[in-house]
Nanobody, 120 residues
Framework: QVQLVESGGGLVQAGGSLRLSCEAS?????IGWFRQAPGKEREFVAG????????SAGDSVKGRFTISRGNAKNTVYLQMNSLKPEDTAVYYC????????????????WGQGTQVTVSS
């Protein structure tokens, strides 16, 4: 059974940093981070292959966010620096069997999300 659990969300002031974690179990997958603010579409943030050798990031977070895997490969981190109020959203971890798709339809499993709030 596949399970994804996000953690690390919280309240931070603009310019600060947060580190999100995604614990995956039940298989080996490529992992993507998405975020969704109220009234907006779910947006691709960053992705990483199972091996950790390939990464991608959305244009809105390049240079500020970094995705990586732990040594055990079943933990994926999203380091978020220079946070802005527009980064406020629920952040979701998702698992894909194939590739690193940008669209949510390409992912097979989802976590329940963790709230990130950036104050001005």
């Amino acid at each position: 059974q596949v399970q994804l659990v996000e953690s690390g969300g919280g309240l931070v002031q603009a310019g600060g940093s947060l580190r999100l974690s995604c614990e995956a179990s039940g298989g080996t997958f490529n992992i993507g981070w998405f975020r969704q603010a109220p009234g907006k579409e779910r947006e691709f943030v960053a992705g990483i292959s199972w091996s950790g050798g390939t990464t991608s990031a959305g244009d809105s977070v390049k240079g500020r966010f970094t995705i990586s895997r732990g040594n055990a490969k079943n933990t994926v981190y999203l380091q978020m620096n220079s946070l802005k109020p527009e980064d406020t959203a629920v952040y979701y971890c998702a698992a894909a069997k194939y590739g690193l798709p940008y669209g949510r339809d390409g992912y097979d499993y989802w976590g329940q999300g963790t709230q990130v709030t950036v104050s001005s």
